[in-house]
């Protein structure tokens, strides 16, 4: 089974040099801002400028430690939390207006955006679809809609109409049906392509089936976030335009996730977010069913502790982890995790998070850090607890498994049809900045030949 990455190669030495020199220019840029950032403050108020700088810091740390306040305690201290969390970065920034640096201030804050910008893009050299055209159109698309995903979005948009237009067999998804039962019996029925309208859970299961069968899957984003759609560069706000991908499409091999034996298109979640999606009120009220819940989570007596091996790194005493299919370009938290830029690595993403206490929380403002928020990408991930089983959040969907869980990377196990046009097609820009790289690519004119192409870790 061939694999079609979605790395860009270039089409000869004058295509290499294009890129090697767009990326020079962005790491110049970033070099130029990140100065930038520094003498702004420096010019405005001098030596002061680092007193006003601590003040910043000092306001981001208390509005952290409002946060976890919040999230891990309930009544009177909550409340506290919510006031400090506001309050704190409102009191610095009145500081800043009073004595005359707010604007200072603002535009060294976007100097600095600018500069991690301009070098996270200089070290990922633009993974664009790597794109084999749809020559000939199926002959007898099955495609799976749940009406009741996203709110009702199959019948909002008329999408079994559109797609029956489009020469597709529709089945609609009944509440207690298995999914993965009609997919298997449609492809034994002759289906040459297997389409799904709805959540990502259910995306995950038809995904499956098209994988073992080797047939061609198209994603409608008909569910409520629909991550997949996102990172696949599709138009969620029109979930109608996903099935030009029959007609007028392109092909990408993509990776799949394996939790035990589940298959999942974004992530499973271990630990405190799989522990509060069991609760029967998430689906009407998430954010409200996770405030309830976290505190106990967090700090209480039943608060899970997790311990993981991500290839040859061991890391315990975790509150969540959040293994992903591919990579995050960025996250906050396990519940919100960002965007993948590729789809294509081999490898799965890894988000553990452990805070016990205010400190530990504040010390999260500065980045991923032993304590906090730790980041890792392996090819093998096995999460274990002391209990014999543990509650998974697969894709958003509720499933218990026995523990120790091995999670591992299906690599171009996936054939995806899209349509050529999509507005929201991954941009490079997750690479975390490395600047004695970035500085020594934007000096690499000054010092030819000390300095590579450099590729995405």
């Not at 995904?207 to 560069?233: K, Q, S, Y």
Request: proline share 6%.
């Amino acid at each position: 089974m061939g694999r079609h990455g979605w790395n860009t190669r270039g089409s000869g030495e004058a295509g290499a040099a294009a890129v090697h020199e767009d990326s020079a220019g962005r790491a110049r840029l970033a070099v130029l801002a990140l100065l930038g950032s520094i003498l702004v403050p420096l010019v405005a108020a001098g030596l002061r400028s680092v007193l006003w700088a601590l003040v910043g810091i000092a306001g981001l740390a208390l509005a952290a430690v409002g946060v976890w306040w919040t999230l891990a305690h309930t009544g009177v201290v909550r409340a506290l939390g919510v006031a400090l969390s506001v309050t704190a970065p409102v009191a610095a920034l009145a500081l800043y207006a009073t004595f005359g640096m707010l604007g200072p201030a603002l535009l060294s804050l976007g100097l600095w955006l600018l500069a991690v910008t301009a070098a996270r893009t200089a070290l990922t050299p633009g993974h664009t679809a790597s794109e084999q055209a749809v020559v000939e159109a199926p002959r007898a698309p099955w495609v799976l809609m749940n009406p009741r995903s996203g709110g009702g979005k199959v019948g909002r948009f008329d999408l079994v109409e559109k797609a029956r237009a489009a020469g597709c067999r529709v089945a609609l998804l009944d509440a207690g049906q298995d999914v993965a039962e009609l997919t298997r019996q449609a492809a034994t029925e002759g289906a040459d392509l297997l389409a799904v309208a709805g959540g990502d859970g259910t995306q995950a299961l038809v995904a499956e089936v098209a994988a073992l069968h080797d047939l061609p899957f198209v994603v409608i984003p008909a569910g409520t976030r629909n991550h997949f759609a996102l990172d696949l560069g599709l138009d969620r706000d029109d979930p109608a335009a996903a099935l030009e991908a029959l007609t007028h499409g392109v092909e990408l091999r993509i990776d799949l996730g394996y939790a035990a034996d589940r298959v999942f298109v974004n992530n499973a979640s271990f630990g405190t977010y799989a522990s509060v999606v069991t609760d029967p009120a998430y689906r009407d009220a998430k954010a409200r069913t996770t405030l309830r819940t976290l505190p106990g989570l967090l700090t209480g007596e039943d608060a899970p502790r997790l311990r993981t091996r991500a290839d040859r790194t061991y890391v315990d005493g975790l509150q969540a982890l959040l293994v992903s299919n591919n990579p995050y370009g960025r996250a906050v938290d396990a519940a919100h995790p960002g965007r993948r830029e590729r789809l294509d690595s081999g490898l799965l993403g890894v988000v553990c998070v452990r805070v016990g206490n205010t400190a530990q929380a504040a010390r999260m403002v500065r980045g991923p850090r032993p304590g906090g928020l730790i980041r890792l990408s392996a090819g093998e991930v096995v999460v274990e607890a002391d209990t014999g089983a543990l509650p998974v959040g697969i894709d958003g969907e509720h499933v218990v498994l026995p523990s120790p869980v091995v999670c591992r990377s299906a690599p171009g196990a996936l054939r995806v049809r899209v349509p050529r046009r999509r507005p929201g097609t991954p941009q490079a820009g997750g690479t975390a900045a490395d600047w004695p790289r970035v500085a020594r690519l934007a000096l690499g004119r000054l010092f030819p030949g000390r300095e590579q192409h450099v590729t995405a870790v």
